[in-house]
């Protein structure tokens, strides 16, 4: 991804994802908000790997707006995603 884009797009920070999570699952899952939609990248959500590539269990989720990303927060904090509650938390980073 993008070092421009992650450094100033607003995103929250997930924390508890069931192992094997896809993309679509994901995308369902914050269906009703507006994730970040840039030509540059290949998706809004960026799993967070250890450094032999296996799965952490969190993700980042951009969005065009900080507001928007706040909604999502507010309202899916410790939400089901299969059989596991997900932790969000918004990362409250300055642009370069």
């Known amino acids: 991804m993008s070092q421009i884009i992650q450094s100033c797009k607003p995103r929250l920070r997930l924390r508890g994802l069931p192992h094997g999570t896809t993309?679509?699952?994901?995308?369902?899952f914050f269906s009703s908000y507006t994730l970040?939609?840039?030509?540059?990248?290949?998706s809004p959500v960026d799993f967070i790997t250890h450094s032999d590539g296996k799965f952490t269990g969190q993700a980042f989720i951009y969005f065009e707006e900080m507001e928007e990303a706040k909604r999502a927060q507010r309202a899916l904090h410790r939400s089901f995603l299969k059989e596991r509650y997900i932790e969000m938390y918004v990362d409250h980073r300055e642009p370069p």
């Open 36 to 42: 970040l939609k840039d030509t540059r990248l290949e």
């Open 23 to 28: 993309l679509g699952e994901v995308y369902q």
